[in-house]
């Protein structure tokens, strides 16, 4: 049952055509955004990695990642289908872990592709400018960045499942990506225990406090807190 469940889940989000939409612009968006951080340091003269230019590139993708997570059970909840899928499984916590299992998978596919197209285009546009190249530093980064938006994306997913609606989801996500963690880390040091920021330490390795093995942890905690509001709305009240 719980296979026939995600399965389901992944059905109906290969029916969605935003879906589609959402995880190739995902991969153009970092395409593009590489390949322009690649031209502008070689006409800058400013030396840099191919890494680095992968990495410069996660704040652009991390956009349309959001947008994956929140579609899978926001766009059921601005239809009203969400009525029509308990009808078809009544399970609650059943249908939630399908929901969360098809994100994650759907989430996990675009963090990938998207730093595996930005790796490839950053690695061919290194050769073909002027760009002075410097030694990758800890490529590793590179798995940490998909590990990021990862859970970017199922941070995302658990706010939707929580708020029951997909614009409010999707603004109270990018009001905290572009609004409330920049501004925060400008205003005080405190800004490190948002959720973004912890995770970021996944590839970025820039935090005083905390590390690549700790910031991970703060962000599953917030990912876990607001999952367990979500799985209890979810379960407890009416659709």
Do not use: C, N
Request: hydrophobic fraction near 60%; charged fraction near 10%.
């Amino acid at each position: 049952m719980a296979a026939r469940a995600v399965a389901a889940e992944l059905d109906k989000l290969r029916t969605l055509p935003v879906v589609a939409f959402t995880l190739i612009g995902t991969v153009v968006t970092a395409v593009v955004i590489a390949a322009a951080l690649a031209a502008s340091g070689a006409a800058a003269g400013a030396p840099s990695s191919v890494v680095e230019l992968v990495l410069a590139a996660v704040p652009f993708v991390q956009v349309g990642i959001i947008l994956l997570g929140v579609l899978p059970a926001g766009h059921e909840y601005d239809g009203r289908q969400i009525a029509t899928t308990l009808v078809a499984l009544p399970d609650r916590a059943r249908s939630l872990a399908g929901k969360t299992t098809a994100a994650a998978a759907v989430v996990g596919v675009g963090a990938a592709l998207s730093i595996g197209a930005a790796f490839a285009t950053a690695a061919i546009a290194t050769h073909v400018t002027d760009l002075t190249l410097t030694a990758d530093r800890a490529p590793w980064r590179l798995t940490g960045a998909i590990a990021y938006l990862a859970v970017i994306g199922l941070l995302a997913h658990a706010v939707a499942v929580a708020v029951r609606h997909l614009v409010p989801a999707l603004v109270a996500m990018l009001s905290l990506m572009v609004i409330i963690s920049p501004v925060a880390a400008g205003l005080t040091e405190h800004a490190r225990w948002l959720p973004d920021r912890a995770a970021s330490q996944l590839y970025a390795d820039t935090d005083a406090v905390l590390t690549a093995a700790t910031g991970p942890l703060v962000a599953l905690a917030w990912l876990a807190a607001i999952g367990t509001v979500g799985a209890l709305r979810f379960i407890r009240l009416d659709p």
